[in-house]
């Protein structure tokens, strides 16, 4: 069965530091996403993209935060700055079609676990 | 704004005993609705799904139906095992929001003894 897979699986870093998470979406899939879990909390949406844009972005989501497609298959999440705050799993996820399918179906890798000392 | 609220956890039960995990929504419009469930150390994995109100979603003897007049979507099973022991989330996704993101509950961790 397709699976999106993410590298790394875990991360640990210092703060201040920049981090790159990589996705790779299933093939023929249109819409990316990543979407952040702090230890204990709900899993929180940070930003969609189809069609090389961001098409919709939280609060979470600042300056600090960059998404990216550079090639036909890696979809990243780059953070800038980190902060202890940012410590948390990173779980990407892709869809073959938007919410007006009527049931839009998210797939999900299993997830980076970024640690910010 | 829309959102999922979930009963709280941990549920801690026997072998074959029956699971109720309570879930209702605050959506505009009419949301579908979905189950994911996370195995330790796994990521999120659809469980089943309802589209539209009165649909049942069944996946691996768990059921839940879109009850439109009380919005919600509880989770039920007759017999867990073992092997469910897992994080259930609820989630909605708005045919509003063209991008197409899942609002999630905060979640309800499973523990099932043998």
């Known amino acids: 069965e397709p699976e999106v897979t993410q590298t790394p699986s875990h991360q640990v870093t210092q703060m201040g530091q920049e981090v790159i998470l990589r996705c790779v979406p299933i093939?023929?899939?249109?819409?990316f996403y990543w979407y952040r879990q702090i230890l204990g909390q709900k899993v929180e949406f940070l930003v969609s993209?189809?069609?090389?844009?961001?098409?919709?972005k939280s609060e979470i989501f600042d300056d600090q935060f960059s998404v990216e497609r550079p090639d036909g298959s890696n979809f990243t999440l780059k953070i800038r700055s980190t902060k202890l705050e940012d410590s948390a799993m990173y779980f990407c996820?892709?869809?073959?079609?938007?919410?007006?399918?009527?049931?839009?179906?998210?797939?999900f890798g299993a997830g980076s676990r970024l640690t910010v000392l | 704004g829309d959102s999922v609220t979930q009963m709280e956890g941990p549920v801690t039960l026997s072998e074959e005993a029956c699971l109720t995990i309570?879930?209702?929504?605050?959506?505009?419009?009419?949301?579908?609705l979905f189950w994911y469930v996370q195995y330790p150390g796994e990521g999120l994995q659809l469980l089943l799904k309802?589209?539209?109100?009165?649909d049942k979603g069944s996946n691996k003897g768990f059921e839940a139906t879109y009850r439109k007049e009380t919005t919600s979507f509880h989770l039920e099973k007759g017999s867990v095992q073992v092997s469910d022991s897992a994080v259930y989330f609820c989630?909605?996704?708005?045919?509003?929001?063209?991008?197409?993101?899942?609002?999630f509950g905060q979640g309800t961790e499973l523990s099932v003894k043998p």
């Open positions: 996820a892709s869809s073959v079609a938007g919410a007006t399918s009527g049931a839009n179906v998210l797939t």
């Open positions: 093939s023929n899939h249109l819409y």
């Open positions: 993209f189809y069609n090389n844009e961001i098409s919709e």
């Open positions: 309570n879930c209702t929504y605050t959506a505009t419009g009419y949301p579908s």
């Open positions: 309802a589209t539209k109100a009165d």
């Open positions: 989630a909605l996704s708005s045919y509003y929001n063209q991008g197409g993101k899942l609002i």
